[in-house]
Nanobody, 123 residues
Framework: QVQLVESGGGLVQAGGSLRLSCAAN????????MGWFRQAPGKEREFVAT????????VIADSLKGRFTISRDNAKNTLYLQMNALKPEDTAVYYC????????????????WGQGTQVTVSS
């Protein structure tokens, strides 16, 4: 049974930083790509970032490069999303997800999803 639990969301002022975490059960974590998506109110879920199982290949959405970084710690079974210089338009529910594919960037590439964590950026 795949289990993904996101944490680290909250309310932050524009220009601030947050680090999201996604804890996964061990069997899932060590063999799959993992990624982050986000969904703002009234908008479709969109790709944020993905990491290969070893963490040596990552993809960040073009619009987020330079501000967001994805990483993972296999020893802790945890995926991270470091978000810097946050903007009000980053406000969304952030989801982590698991994929058996290499560099998956589409929603349909992912098989399992967490429940999400809310990030709110105030202006």
């Amino acid at each position: 049974q795949v289990q993904l639990v996101e944490s680290g969301g909250g309310l932050v002022q524009a220009g601030g930083s947050l680090r999201l975490s996604c804890a996964a059960n061990e069997r899932t974590f060590t063999t799959y790509s993992m990624g982050w998506f986000r969904q703002a109110p009234g908008k479709e879920r969109e790709f944020v970032a993905t990491s290969s199982w070893a963490g040596d290949h990552t993809v960040i959405a073009d619009s987020l490069k330079g501000r967001f970084t994805i990483s993972r710690d296999n020893a802790k079974n945890t995926l991270y999303l470091q978000m810097n210089a946050l903007k009000p338009e980053d406000t969304a529910v952030y989801y982590c997800a698991v994929s058996p594919r290499y560099r998956p960037t589409g929603i349909n590439d992912y098989d399992y999803w967490g429940q999400g964590t809310q990030v709110t950026v105030s202006s």
